[in-house]
């Protein structure tokens, strides 16, 4: 890749602007070239504006004349890029938006929901269904899906599916005319309230406290295979030989998986544990009961290489209590840590569906409170994801550790509460409490107990 770099003063600086002009046209018309304007110490603020690759004319034209309109710059004969057509001031700018995807009913068919009555998953049914698109509601109980679902919605077929059994997930993408995505909230969580502590914390991650494996590791990779031998074609979708996409074309995901932060930080070596406390001391990676965020990493990882195009997501701490409808904060390399309402976690695994540039990428989110501010959520996730790296980047390993590093220092601004501390937080302590000193329902920190209850 060529970077191009020069200046644009306050004075008329006829080679500067000429050079301008050239590097604007060659950034026009080469995909490898990105063109960097600095702006001179003279202006008010001193930066740096960087156009993508293939930057429009218009786009690199409309820079120089902004930086130059603000200081009354004219070309002898005439204003400074003339010929390039003023825009509207209601335009908004595509640095950080763009319009809203199509409509997801105009791309997909139908979609499966796996775990589609759990706490996150029944939200998804009904985002889905609040956009016309039709819905495969794969459920265990459908006693309990009648009761927390709408079977009365003509979208919504719902199908009892063993996810531990590989040949019932692929029968079920194949019933009637088929689905040709899929979103995986599948746990294993029950709602009873006579289920103990324990058993809904291991539940949470697709982990039975029996001998038998995890269901991600059975009703994962076969929902990734029966869409992938379904070869979908059209509607924006691959020819189902992306292989697990990368990022790289314009396929969008067909199989969404909802993980969770903190899956890799068991596996940290002790230095970069020290080195990033606040990701890797907080309750759940520090107790890991049963060895359960490995098993959603192993997951991912099977995810990964099913030969279909892909996406997963790993949210920050699941909180109802959460303001919905809030600012997602996307990051990589597993370091975020914070809180995010199921609501708006529905509604990305949802979005996500209709977004090329999350194929192929694993990324972790919560969200910002609205309360104080004007945060509102963008009208696409185009633009944040599009930033981020697939998981192929760097031969595989993701991101640098210095990359990784740089973005814990960030994240770790972004936390809630005043003490911003999440190493000291107990298992069921809230950042209130943590910040009013008060004990968290499970105990002191080093010292929870979990509430066992007997039916």
């Not at 600095?38 to 429009?56: A, C, D, E, H, T």
């Amino acid at each position: 890749m060529t970077i191009f770099t020069t200046m644009v003063t306050n004075k008329l600086n006829a080679s500067a602007l000429a050079v301008a002009v050239v590097v604007a046209a060659i950034a026009a018309a080469s995909p490898d070239v990105v063109c960097a304007f600095r702006l001179s110490p003279s202006y008010s603020s001193s930066q740096r504006v960087l156009l993508p690759p293939s930057s429009p004319a218009s786009t690199v034209g409309d820079v120089i004349r902004s930086a130059a309109r603000d200081k009354q710059m004219r070309w002898p004969h005439g204003p400074l890029f003339s010929s390039v057509p003023e825009r509207s001031s209601s335009s908004s700018s595509t640095v950080n938006s763009s319009p809203p995807p199509p409509p997801l009913s105009t791309l997909v068919n139908r979609v499966a929901v796996a775990g589609a009555t759990g706490r996150t998953g029944r939200y998804v049914v009904e985002e889905l269904l609040r956009r016309n698109v039709r819905v495969l509601a794969m459920v265990r109980d459908v006693d309990k899906a009648n009761d927390v679902l709408d079977p009365t919605n003509e979208y919504l077929t719902i199908r009892r599916t063993d996810l531990g059994d590989r040949d019932d997930v692929i029968s079920a993408l194949n019933d009637d005319d088929g689905c040709d995505a899929a979103i995986w909230c599948a746990t294993g969580f029950s709602d009873s309230p006579d289920q103990s502590w324990l058993a809904r914390l291991t539940a949470l991650f697709g982990f039975a406290t029996n001998s038998k494996a995890s269901i991600d590791a059975v009703g994962l990779p076969a929902l990734g295979e029966g869409l992938a031998k379904r070869g979908v074609g059209g509607s924006g979708y691959g020819d189902g030989g992306g292989g697990g996409g990368g990022g790289g074309n314009a396929s969008l995901p067909r199989v969404v998986m909802l993980s969770s932060a903190g899956v890799t930080r068991p596996d940290w070596s002790d230095e970069k544990k020290k080195a990033l406390e606040g990701s890797a001391a907080i309750p759940i990676v520090r107790l890991n009961p049963f060895g359960i965020l490995g098993l959603k990493k192993e997951s991912e990882e099977r995810l990964r290489t099913c030969g279909v195009d892909y996406c997963i997501f790993r949210p920050c701490g699941l909180n109802d209590n959460w303001s919905p409808n809030q600012r997602p904060i996307f990051s990589q390399g597993d370091v975020a840590v914070g809180r995010i309402n199921r609501m708006d976690v529905a509604r990305i695994l949802v979005d996500i569906l209709s977004t090329p540039e999350a194929t192929g990428k694993t990324f972790e989110a919560f969200s910002i409170a609205n309360s104080e501010g004007y945060y509102p959520p963008a009208p696409s996730l185009g633009p944040a994801l599009a930033r981020l790296v697939p998981d192929d980047h760097n031969a595989g390993r993701g991101l640098s550790e210095e990359s990784v590093r740089v973005t814990y220092a960030l994240m770790q601004q972004l936390l809630p509460g005043e003490k911003q501390d999440p190493a000291r937080l107990a298992m069921g302590q809230t950042y209130e409490q943590l910040d009013r000193d008060e004990r968290g329902r499970l105990g002191e920190r080093g010292t929870e107990v979990a509430p066992i209850r007997t039916t």
